[in-house]
């Protein structure tokens, strides 16, 4: 076999090399959140992010000021859940299991977040 057949033999048999991602961070902006919601489509999955505005906890009302909205599809979002439970695996294995309160109360139509209008 020449030495040209030989490299083309061994370019086949090699794993495709998947591209290189270049991240543009030159527009990045930075929110801080201390709480999240999350509604859904068929078509999309909608993160609402904000902050409670609520000092005292035994408020019978919670204020949180809505700052983000982000809006992925599905695929987009089940990449996330991994990427997310990677990332917490990997801290509760560095600093401890983090325990969520067993009270979560249930979202109701006056505190759920605005529904997604496709507006910015």
Not at 14 to 37: C, F, G, I, R
Not at 58 to 76: C, G, M, Q, S
Request: zero cysteines; proline letters at 8%.
């Amino acid at each position: 076999m020449s030495e040209e057949q030989q490299t083309s033999a061994t370019s086949a048999d090699a794993a495709p090399v998947p591209p290189k991602v270049v991240w543009d961070d030159s527009d990045l902006q930075t929110s801080y959140a201390n709480v999240v919601n999350v509604t859904s489509t068929r078509e999309e999955v909608t993160l609402f992010f904000g902050t409670n505005l609520t000092w005292n906890v035994t408020d019978p009302e919670y204020k949180v000021k809505l700052t983000d909205r982000i809006v992925v599809n599905p695929f987009a979002a089940k990449r996330m859940l991994a990427l997310l439970a990677g990332v917490l695996k990997e801290y509760e294995s560095r600093y401890g299991e983090l325990d969520l309160p067993s009270r979560n109360p249930s979202p109701t139509k006056a505190s759920s977040p605005p529904a997604s209008n496709g507006k910015g």
